[in-house]
């Protein structure tokens, strides 16, 4: 007992002396930020240094609450402590080695069948930043303990607030799919509960590790559901040292404002990927072939470039298939040039840039290029589809969804849906190249539509995606079936495709309910199965919902953790107002800062979210609510990493039907 006595405290210092040193290190970055304008040779070297000094800052912030390191590798009798960041002496030798640091993959994939040099593995426990127990694993002779009662204590611990990062609970199977190539395109199907998320936020952290300044240029993306899903991770990457990633809907990266909604049948064709053919083919539509000669004043010379020879020109830059305002430019650059031979051989010399400019801009030309390749906005273009949709790829039925039933005097006045606004990015990607991230990660995928997808698409041409998402949580109505469809979408068409079934979150019984929905919702995903036989699932029958829901809630509440109540869209506002007259204080589900512990949102917005105990109000209402109503009850069923209540007035869904259930 003295000797563990002794090694817990030989650990304590050791943490001790670490965050003393990254103190020291953070306060070294001040004094050179504040000193950088001083070294710098010029403004601009200056400007640089500063931004890179603030992202070191930033980058070695310290949060006491969270712990510095989480485990230890012994091997070749040298001592490694894995943390969140990398932390060094005054000497420069390191203290706390990066998670992600090659050395560091040893932590998580060695074994006892294979210890890959690792004598002793210590994971460590902590209670809100104070270092309280560790565990060995001597894999050096061939002993695992199986399952860590410090990691399982870790997963289990109750979920307050935001996202937390997994960096000391990561699997073996999680860790591969984390440190994938960064040229590695990647899709995870995975089932509730078995950390897909984390996978994918946790990628975006080593691929910024390993190729910093590539990515740092390039950009890395993380793309979510909604509003509130992005708030649930936002403290992620920042807890691990990585502040200049940019997090985003798919509605965030469009630049059009949304004024209007279109009805189901217009949405649904709108986002379908015969889209793309209509709008690139209207747009070709606009290219003309010359049929007369192109004759320019130049002082007291007359240049004349033949009916032919523009036609060649048009004919060339159309084969060659650059985005549409590009391949303007290129006809108005190759007719310049032949008008610059002719002044080349009349007057021997070479015109300069200016001569150039104008020419390009002189009324002649500027006429040719409006007749044969005219300018056009995105904007413009959908307004002309929308206005009149003929064409060969639509039925009339998919014709009349889309046309107008009012239409607006010109593009400038229309007001647009979300789905138009996915179409005018696809226009805009048509005319002029979009900037492309180094990296997209790509989150609850299976929803996305396939113009959604060519808006993923368009951003990440040069740089590779993480895809992350379950077939069986699909609900919009053009939710995706399979993946290799979306993928070709996406342009990755040869992503890998990676299943995680064993869940570490979402409780064995909880699982096991939700499991019974696979057969009725028709993709081809395998079943779930949990690591944790801790948790509770109670099936209720009530004879009136609002108090019994608030109930429910102060029975919640007397456990650690949030609690969300989670119903039909239709039933959230009777049901927060019944809670609220009750005293208890409710959350919006955005509102990751909000000190009530209770959030009572729509089955619509559960995508993603988690919660220690969840109260599932009325499931056949939720089914009915929407056609893929089965695969929406599947996800509400899966938010619970605790406790489950299923209250019911009205008799469950047939998939369901039999399961026992207690009056409440």
């Given at each position: 007992m003295l000797s563990l006595e002794t090694d817990l405290q030989t650990e304590r210092d050791h943490l001790a002396a670490s965050r003393a040193a990254l103190k020291r290190m953070r306060e070294h970055a001040e004094d050179l930020y504040a000193t950088g304008d001083q070294v710098a040779g010029d403004p601009f070297a200056a400007e640089t240094l500063g931004r890179h000094l603030a992202r070191r800052i930033a980058d070695l912030a310290d949060n006491p609450d969270t712990p510095l390191f989480f485990g230890r590798l012994d091997l070749d009798e040298h001592r490694y402590h894995v943390g969140r960041r990398h932390v060094t002496d005054a000497a420069g030798e390191p203290m706390v080695l990066d998670w992600r640091a090659p050395l560091s993959r040893k932590f998580y994939q060695a074994s006892a069948r294979d210890p890959q040099d690792v004598d002793v593995r210590r994971r460590f426990g902590f209670v809100k930043g104070e270092l309280t127990s560790f565990e060995d694993e001597h894999l050096g002779r061939g002993e695992e303990q199986g399952t860590s009662q410090?990691?399982?204590?870790?997963?289990?611990?109750?979920?307050?607030?935001?996202?937390?990062?997994?960096?000391?609970?990561?699997?073996?199977?999680?860790?591969?799919?984390?440190?994938?190539?960064?040229?590695?395109?990647?899709?995870?199907?995975?089932?509730?509960?078995?950390?897909?998320?984390?996978?994918?936020?946790?990628?975006?952290?080593?691929?910024?590790?390993?190729?910093?300044?590539?990515?740092?240029?390039?950009?890395?993306?993380?793309?979510?559901?909604?509003t509130a899903f992005l708030q649930y991770i936002a403290s992620v990457l920042p807890t691990l040292g990585e502040v200049e990633v940019r997090q985003s809907t798919i509605d965030g990266l469009l630049a059009t404002p949304v004024r209007a909604v279109d009805d189901e049948r217009a949405a649904e064709v709108k986002n379908q990927d015969k889209m793309a053919a209509v709008l690139q083919k209207r747009l070709l539509a606009r290219i003309r072939r010359p049929e007369e000669a192109l004759t320019v004043s130049d002082g007291s010379y007359r240049w004349r470039i033949s009916a032919e020879a523009l036609r060649r020109i048009v004919d060339d830059v159309r084969r060659e298939a650059p985005p549409y305002a590009t391949g303007r430019e290129r006809v108005r650059a190759r007719v310049v040039s032949l008008l610059?031979?002719?002044?080349?051989?009349?007057?021997?010399?070479?015109?300069?840039?200016?001569?150039?400019?104008?020419?390009?801009?002189?009324?002649?030309?500027?006429?040719?290029?409006?007749?044969?390749?005219?300018?056009?906005?995105?904007?413009?273009?959908?307004?002309?589809?929308?206005?009149?949709?003929?064409?060969?790829?639509?039925?009339?039925?998919?014709?009349?969804?889309?046309?107008?039933?009012?239409?607006?005097?010109?593009?400038?006045?229309?007001?647009?849906?979300a789905a138009d606004a996915v179409l005018i990015d696809e226009a805009a990607g048509l005319i002029d190249r979009v900037p492309s991230f180094g990296h997209v990660v790509v989150d609850e995928a299976q929803d996305l539509s396939p113009m959604q997808a060519r808006v993923i698409a368009r951003r990440s041409e040069h740089g590779s995606i993480t895809l992350l998402g379950d077939l069986a949580q699909g609900t919009a109505p053009w939710a995706a079936r399979d993946w290799g469809t979306l993928l070709s979408h996406l342009g990755k068409p040869g992503a890998r495709v990676v299943p995680l079934t064993t869940g570490f979150r979402v409780p064995a019984a909880v699982v096991a309910l939700a499991n019974r929905l696979l057969p009725a919702l028709g993709v081809d995903v395998p079943a779930a199965r949990s690591l944790r036989a801790d948790g509770a699932l109670t099936i209720g029958t009530?004879?009136?919902?609002?108090?019994?829901?608030?109930?429910?809630?102060?029975?919640?509440?007397?456990?650690?953790?949030?609690?969300?109540?989670?119903?039909?869209?239709?039933?959230?506002?009777?049901?927060?107002?019944?809670?609220?007259?009750?005293?208890?204080?409710?959350?919006?589900?955005?509102?990751?800062?909000?000190?009530?512990?209770?959030?009572?949102?729509?089955?619509?917005?559960?995508?993603?979210?988690?919660?220690?105990?969840?109260?599932?109000?009325?499931?056949?209402?939720?089914?009915?609510?929407?056609?893929?109503?089965?695969?929406?009850?599947?996800?509400?069923?899966?938010?619970?990493?605790?406790?489950?209540?299923?209250?019911?007035?009205?008799?469950?869904?047939a998939p369901l039907d039999g399961l026992s259930s207690a009056p409440m």
């Amino acid at each position: 007992m003295l000797s563990l006595e002794t090694d817990l405290q030989t650990e304590r210092d050791h943490l001790a002396a670490s965050r003393a040193a990254l103190k020291r290190m953070r306060e070294h970055a001040e004094d050179l930020y504040a000193t950088g304008d001083q070294v710098a040779g010029d403004p601009f070297a200056a400007e640089t240094l500063g931004r890179h000094l603030a992202r070191r800052i930033a980058d070695l912030a310290d949060n006491p609450d969270t712990p510095l390191f989480f485990g230890r590798l012994d091997l070749d009798e040298h001592r490694y402590h894995v943390g969140r960041r990398h932390v060094t002496d005054a000497a420069g030798e390191p203290m706390v080695l990066d998670w992600r640091a090659p050395l560091s993959r040893k932590f998580y994939q060695a074994s006892a069948r294979d210890p890959q040099d690792v004598d002793v593995r210590r994971r460590f426990g902590f209670v809100k930043g104070e270092l309280t127990s560790f565990e060995d694993e001597h894999l050096g002779r061939g002993e695992e303990q199986g399952t860590s009662q410090i990691l399982l204590d870790e997963i289990e611990r109750p979920r307050v607030g935001p996202m937390r990062d997994i960096v000391a609970t990561i699997q073996p199977e999680q860790d591969e799919l984390v440190r994938a190539e960064l040229d590695e395109s990647i899709c995870v199907q995975g089932a509730p509960g078995t950390g897909k998320t984390a996978v994918g936020l946790h990628r975006a952290a080593y691929l910024l590790y390993l190729h910093r300044e590539r990515l740092r240029r390039a950009g890395v993306l993380i793309v979510g559901p909604n509003t509130a899903f992005l708030q649930y991770i936002a403290s992620v990457l920042p807890t691990l040292g990585e502040v200049e990633v940019r997090q985003s809907t798919i509605d965030g990266l469009l630049a059009t404002p949304v004024r209007a909604v279109d009805d189901e049948r217009a949405a649904e064709v709108k986002n379908q990927d015969k889209m793309a053919a209509v709008l690139q083919k209207r747009l070709l539509a606009r290219i003309r072939r010359p049929e007369e000669a192109l004759t320019v004043s130049d002082g007291s010379y007359r240049w004349r470039i033949s009916a032919e020879a523009l036609r060649r020109i048009v004919d060339d830059v159309r084969r060659e298939a650059p985005p549409y305002a590009t391949g303007r430019e290129r006809v108005r650059a190759r007719v310049v040039s032949l008008l610059m031979r002719q002044s080349e051989a009349r007057r021997g010399d070479s015109p300069g840039e200016g001569w150039q400019r104008r020419m390009g801009k002189v009324a002649p030309v500027a006429e040719l290029l409006d007749a044969v390749w005219p300018a056009v906005t995105p904007e413009q273009l959908v307004f002309e589809v929308l206005s009149d949709p003929i064409d060969e790829d639509l039925d009339e039925a998919e014709r009349a969804a889309l046309r107008w039933a009012k239409p607006p005097k010109s593009a400038k006045s229309a007001k647009w849906s979300a789905a138009d606004a996915v179409l005018i990015d696809e226009a805009a990607g048509l005319i002029d190249r979009v900037p492309s991230f180094g990296h997209v990660v790509v989150d609850e995928a299976q929803d996305l539509s396939p113009m959604q997808a060519r808006v993923i698409a368009r951003r990440s041409e040069h740089g590779s995606i993480t895809l992350l998402g379950d077939l069986a949580q699909g609900t919009a109505p053009w939710a995706a079936r399979d993946w290799g469809t979306l993928l070709s979408h996406l342009g990755k068409p040869g992503a890998r495709v990676v299943p995680l079934t064993t869940g570490f979150r979402v409780p064995a019984a909880v699982v096991a309910l939700a499991n019974r929905l696979l057969p009725a919702l028709g993709v081809d995903v395998p079943a779930a199965r949990s690591l944790r036989a801790d948790g509770a699932l109670t099936i209720g029958t009530v004879g009136e919902i609002d108090g019994s829901v608030v109930n429910a809630v102060r029975s919640a509440l007397e456990q650690p953790g949030s609690v969300g109540v989670i119903a039909a869209d239709a039933a959230v506002g009777a049901l927060a107002e019944a809670i609220r007259a009750a005293g208890i204080a409710i959350a919006a589900a955005e509102d990751t800062d909000s000190d009530a512990r209770v959030t009572v949102l729509p089955a619509g917005l559960a995508k993603g979210l988690e919660y220690d105990h969840v109260i599932v109000v009325e499931p056949a209402d939720i089914v009915a609510a929407e056609p893929r109503g089965l695969n929406r009850l599947f996800v509400v069923l899966t938010r619970a990493v605790s406790r489950l209540d299923v209250l019911h007035a009205r008799p469950l869904p047939a998939p369901l039907d039999g399961l026992s259930s207690a009056p409440m």
